[in-house]
C-alpha cells in the first residue's frame, strides 16, 4: 500500500508530490464513502450532500465563498462516485494557505443551509430533467441498470426525480457527519510546495476531526442475468442511435488486471484495436467504437460503446456481438498482445507527466488498498503477460452470453423485431427516454 | 546551421522556456521548445487551412482532410500510420477549425524519428482516390449525425453562425460542413485541396518535450528539406459584418426545456480588445460568482445550465451565451436578465475587486493550459498560426492583468448591443 508522507494529528494520511515547474497547487481530499451509502429511494443523497458542502462553510454564504474562491485564483469541485466522494481543487501558489484553510471548512464545517438546500434540490431535479437532451447519458444510463439490477451500482449517483424529492436537510446534515471523518479521508497535494510547508499547512486546516470511522457497506458481488437482454430507450427523430453492450468485468486489485488491461486495449481500447478497425475504419457506421474496462471495490461494469446511424443500428450491434465472440472464443493473437503490451508499456512515460498524475497513484493505491509496487511494477508486470495469460483472464471474467445491451434509438416495430431476433437475446424492453 | 535551416530568433515562453524559430528553405516553420522535465516529446503540424478556405458547395474539406489524412500514403499502407504510432506508444489525433487544422502525436521522447517520418510522408504522399474518399465520407457523416443532427448545442451553433454570418460568409458554414456538400464531394476536389493546402509553406511544425535542437532540426531537414512549396491561393480577410439589427431564429426540438444561444460580434484574437471581451465574457459566465451565473442559476432559478465562448479567430469572431431554462421556464425571462447585466456593465464601472478576481482566475488558467507538454505544444501552434506570436498565451496574460474598468465600460457599450446580436431560441418541439 502507497505510503503516506506524513499523517495530521486525527490520522489523516496526507501524499505529496512536490514539483517547482509550475506555480500552481492540485488539492485533493478524498472521502471512503460515496453513493452507494445512499438508502433505497434516497438515491441522490450523497452527491446532493457534496452540492450543499460546496456552498461553502458555516459563517459566510455561498456567494461570499464563491467570491473568495475565484479571487484566489482557485477552482473548487466535489464530486461523487459508487465508492467514494472527491473534494478537488487547484489554487495559484501564493494563496495556497488560504485556499486549504477554505478546502478544510467546506469538508469538515461546511453550512448545509436551508436556504441553499431547497434551491440545490430544486436545481438537481431540473438537471434530472435536462438529462434527456444528452442522448449518450440515457443510455448509459438504462445500460447501467439492466446490468447491475438491484445492486447498488445500477442506482444513478445523481438520484432519480422522486429520489431526490424525497430527499430532506436533515437526512442531508446527518449523512455529512457520517462521511466526513478522519479515518475516511485521505489528502494529497501535488505541485508547487515543499513537504515542510505542506506539513505546516494542512496541519493548521485539517484539525478536530471527528475520528470514529462508519460501517463501510460490506462487498456485495453484483449478479448478472442470465442471457442477453436488450433494453430500447425509445426517442423519437433519432438520425442516429447511441448502443452500450456489456458485462460485469472486475474490481481494483484484482490479479488479472494487468491482463484485463491488455486484453481490453486491445479489443476497443485504441484506434487499431478490433472494435475501432471493424465498426468504423472497415464500415464507417459509428465516429467513435471504444470498449472501457471499469474498476472499483466491486466488480465493475465492462462495455462497448457505439453510435452508428439509424439505418446501421442492428447490422452494427451484430457486428459488435460477433467480435466480442470471436474475442473471446478464439481469444487475441500473440501479435495482437504483443503489440498492445508494446504500446501501453511505451505510453507510461504519459501517465506520469504532471505532478498531479504522479500523485494519482499513490492516492488510489491507499484508496483501495493495493500493494505497495502495483503501480511502480506496472510495465514489469504487462511484460511478464503471455497470451495465454492474458485471454484466459478476459475468459475467467467476461461473460460471453450474459449481456446487457442498450440502445437509444427512435422505436419502430421494424427495430424491435430485428433486436428480438438477434442472436441469444431474450427479453427486449421498450422504455421512453424521459422514464429515466 | 548546416541543416538548411535559418534561424528566425527566440521568443520567451513563460519565466524558464524559450522557444526557437527555425523557417527551411521551402517554407516550413519550425518551433522548438525544449523542455526536459519529462521523457515525453508533442510533435504538432499546423496547417494554415480550416473552413473559411473552402467554397460555398464544397464545405468541409478542411474537416474531411483532417480525417483523410490518417489513411494510406505512397509509403504507408492502410492502418499503418495508427499501428506505427501505437507501436511506439504514441498517442495521435487531429482538430479543424475556422482558421487551421492541426495534427499531433504524443510520443516517448526517444521516438520523435518516427513522428518526423510519418508526418513529412503523409504531408506530400498521401493517397486520394475514390477508395479513400468512401471510406471517410460516411465516418464524416456520422460524426456530423452525433455532432450536430441530433445534438441540440450543435444544431443551434450551427444555426448562430449562419444567421449572425449569412450563407455566404465564410464564417457562416459549419467547420464540419453541409451533409449535402460531404454527400458531395468528388476525388478531384480532394486532391485539388490536398495540392494546395497540406505543403510545407502553409504548415508549422512544433515539437516540445525532451530533444537536442541540433539533431532535430538535422532529422527535419532530411526529412522535409525534398518537399515542395505550394502556389498558395490569395485568401482575402473575410469581410467584417455589417450587422445593425437583432436577427432570430426559432429552434424546434425534442427537448423538455427551452434554450437560447446568442452571438455577438467580437474582436479578433490578436486585438488587445479580445482580452478585454475575455474578461467581460468572465464577468457575465467565468465561475460560480459570476454575473450572469449567479442571477440566472442561482438567485433566480431560470436556468439550469449557462456556458459560453469567446472569439480565438485570425479575424473577427462571435462572443456566445448558451443558456438551458429549467422546464417550463420562458427563455424570455432569461433574455431579460441578460440585458439588464449588460446594461450595468455598460453604465456602471466594474468594482477593482471583481476585476482583481477575473484576474487571478486568468492567472490560474492560463499556467494550467500549459502543464502538460502537449498543452505547451498546443499553446504555440495556436499562438503562432492565428496570432503570429508562439507565446501569445502569455502576452494574453499580461493584457489580461493590464485591463481596466473603463476597458470593460467601453468594450461592452461597442459589442454588446442588441443590433449586433443574433439568437438562436430553442423551443420543445410539443409546444
Redesign the interface.
Known amino acids: 500500500m502507497s505510503r503516506a508522507a506524513f499523517r495530521t494529528a486525527d490520522g489523516v494520511p496526507v501524499f505529496l508530490e512536490v514539483s517547482h ?4 497547487v492540485d488539492v485533493d481530499v478524498i472521502v471512503l464513502r460515496g453513493s452507494i451509502l445512499d438508502p433505497r429511494g434516497k438515491e441522490g443523497l450523497t452527491r446532493l450532500t457534496a452540492r450543499l458542502m460546496r456552498r461553502g462553510p458555516k459563517g459566510t454564504s ?2 461570499a465563498f ?2 473568495r ?7 473548487l469541485t466535489i464530486s461523487v462516485g459508487h465508492e467514494s466522494m472527491r473534494i478537488q481543487g ?3 501558489r501564493r ?1 495556497l494557505g488560504r485556499f486549504l484553510r477554505e478546502v478544510a471548512a467546506v469538508a469538515t464545517r461546511p453550512g448545509l443551509r436551508r436556504k441553499d438546500f431547497a ?1 440545490l434540490r ?2 438537481a431535479e ?2 434530472l ?2 438529462l ?2 444528452h ?1 449518450g447519458a440515457l443510455a448509459a444510463r438504462a445500460f447501467r441498470r439492466s446490468l447491475f439490477g438491484d445492486h447498488s451500482y445500477g442506482r444513478p449517483v445523481s438520484g432519480t426525480s422522486s429520489s431526490v424529492k424525497s430527499l430532506q436537510l436533515a437526512e442531508v446534515r446527518a449523512h455529512h457527519e457520517r462521511l466526513i471523518r478522519a479515518p475516511h479521508l485521505l489528502i494529497g497535494l501535488a505541485g508547487d510546495v515543499t513537504p515542510e510547508d505542506a506539513e505546516r499547512l494542512i496541519d493548521s486546516s485539517f484539525s478536530g476531526l471527528t475520528r470514529g470511522a462508519t460501517r463501510r457497506p460490506p462487498r456485495r458481488e453484483p449478479r448478472q442475468r442470465e442471457g442477453r437482454h436488450v433494453v430500447l430507450v425509445d ?6 442511435s447511441q448502443v452500450y453492450i456489456g458485462t460485469l468485468g472486475m474490481a481494483v486489485g484484482d490479479p488479472d488486471s494487468h491482463a484485463m488491461i491488455v486484453g481490453n486495449t486491445a479489443f476497443g481500447g ?3 484495436a478490433r472494435l475501432m ?1 471493424e465498426v ?2 472497415e ?6 467504437a471504444y470498449s472501457k474496462l471499469g474498476a472499483d471495490r466491486q466488480r465493475e461494469a465492462w462495455s462497448m460503446w457505439t ?3 439509424a439505418e446501421q443500428l442492428v447490422d452494427c450491434v451484430r457486428l459488435q456481438l460477433a467480435l466480442y465472440e470471436a474475442w473471446l472464443d478464439r481469444g487475441l493473437t500473440r501479435a495482437e498482445v504483443a ?1 498492445t503490451k ?9 501517465d ?3 505532478a498531479s498524475k504522479r500523485l494519482e497513484p499513490k492516492l488510489q493505491g491507499y484508496k483501495h488498498q493495493l500493494p505497495a509496487d502495483w503501480f511502480s511494477s506496472y510495465t514489469e508486470r504487462l511484460r511478464a503477460l503471455s497470451r495465454s495469460d492474458v485471454n484466459d483472464a478476459v475468459r475467467r471474467h467476461l461473460s460471453r452470453d450474459d449481456l446487457s445491451i442498450a440502445v437509444l434509438a427512435t422505436a419502430t416495430p421494424e427495430l424491435e423485431a430485428a433486436l428480438r431476433s438477434t442472436a441469444g437475446v431474450r427479453s427486449l424492453e421498450v422504455i421512453p427516454f ?1 422514464s429515466l | 546551421m548546416s541543416t538548411g535551416f535559418e534561424s528566425e530568433g527566440v521568443v520567451p515562453f513563460g519565466a524558464t522556456l524559450a522557444v526557437e524559430r527555425w523557417r527551411l528553405h521551402n517554407g516550413l516553420a519550425v518551433l522548438l521548445l525544449r523542455d526536459p522535465s519529462a521523457p515525453v516529446i508533442s510533435y504538432h503540424t499546423w496547417f494554415r487551412v480550416g473552413s473559411r478556405y473552402e467554397e460555398r458547395g464544397k464545405t468541409g474539406l478542411a474537416h474531411f482532410f483532417e480525417h483523410m489524412m490518417f489513411n494510406e500514403t505512397k509509403h504507408l499502407g492502410w492502418g499503418e500510420f495508427d499501428q506505427r504510432m501505437e507501436a511506439a506508444g504514441g498517442d495521435t489525433n487531429a482538430a479543424t477549425w475556422i482558421d487551421w487544422t492541426y495534427f499531433y502525436q504524443s510520443l516517448p521522447a526517444e521516438e520523435l524519428p518516427l513522428a518526423i517520418e510519418l508526418e513529412a510522408d503523409r504531408m506530400a504522399h498521401l493517397l486520394v482516390r475514390k477508395k479513400q474518399v468512401e471510406s471517410e465520407r460516411e465516418v464524416v457523416a456520422n460524426e456530423r449525425r452525433m455532432a450536430v443532427e441530433d445534438d441540440v448545442r450543435g444544431k443551434a451553433d450551427e444555426m448562430l453562425h449562419s444567421l449572425a454570418y449569412g450563407s455566404e460568409h465564410p464564417h457562416g458554414w459549419p467547420t464540419i460542413g453541409w451533409m449535402q456538400d460531404i454527400a458531395g464531394y468528388r476525388v478531384r476536389d480532394c486532391q485539388s485541396f490536398y495540392r494546395t493546402w497540406y505543403a510545407p509553406n502553409n504548415a508549422t511544425v512544433v515539437i516540445a518535450g525532451d530533444l537536442d535542437s541540433e539533431a532535430t532540426l538535422s532529422r527535419l531537414a532530411k526529412a522535409y528539406g525534398r518537399l515542395r512549396a505550394s502556389v498558395l491561393p490569395e485568401r482575402p480577410a473575410p469581410k467584417a459584418s455589417r450587422q445593425r439589427t437583432e436577427r432570430r431564429a426559432t429552434l424546434r426540438w425534442p427537448t423538455p426545456a427551452e434554450k437560447l444561444l446568442i452571438g455577438w460580434h467580437s474582436p479578433a484574437q490578436a486585438e488587445r480588445d479580445q482580452a478585454v471581451a475575455e474578461v467581460l465574457h468572465d464577468l457575465l459566465l467565468g465561475g460560480r460568482s459570476a454575473r450572469l451565473r449567479r442571477r440566472l442559476v442561482d438567485e433566480l432559478e431560470l436556468a439550469t445550465r449557462l456556458r459560453g465562448h469567446v472569439g480565438g479567430l485570425q479575424h473577427a469572431g462571435l462572443f456566445d451565451l448558451w443558456i438551458g431554462m429549467r422546464e417550463g421556464v420562458s427563455a424570455d425571462r432569461a433574455l431579460a436578465v441578460v440585458d439588464e447585466e449588460i446594461q450595468r456593465l455598460r453604465e456602471e464601472p466594474v468594482p477593482t475587486r471583481e476585476l482583481e478576481k477575473i484576474k487571478a482566475r486568468s492567472e490560474l488558467f492560463t499556467i494550467s493550459a500549459v502543464e502538460t507538454m502537449g498543452e505547451k505544444a498546443y499553446q504555440i501552434g495556436f499562438g503562432e498560426t492565428v496570432v503570429g506570436d508562439p507565446a501569445h498565451v502569455f502576452a494574453r496574460l499580461e493584457e489580461l492583468r493590464g485591463v481596466t474598468a473603463a476597458d470593460v465600460q467601453r468594450l461592452a457599450a461597442r459589442m454588446l448591443r442588441r443590433g449586433r446580436r443574433s439568437i438562436v431560441h430553442v423551443v420543445p418541439e410539443a409546444a
Open positions: 515547474v509550475l506555480p500552481i455561498a456567494e464563491d467570491e474562491l475565484d479571487s484566489l485564483g482557485a477552482t487547484s489554487v495559484i494563496n434551491r430544486r436545481t431540473a438537471e430533467v435536462q434527456r437532451d442522448d426517442k423519437p427523430k433519432r438520425t442516429q485504441t484506434f487499431t478497425k468504423r475504419s464500415r464507417g457506421w459509428s465516429y467513435g453510435h452508428p446511424g503489440r508494446r504500446y501501453l508499456i511505451k505510453s507510461h512515460p504519459f506520469l507527466e504532471t424521459d
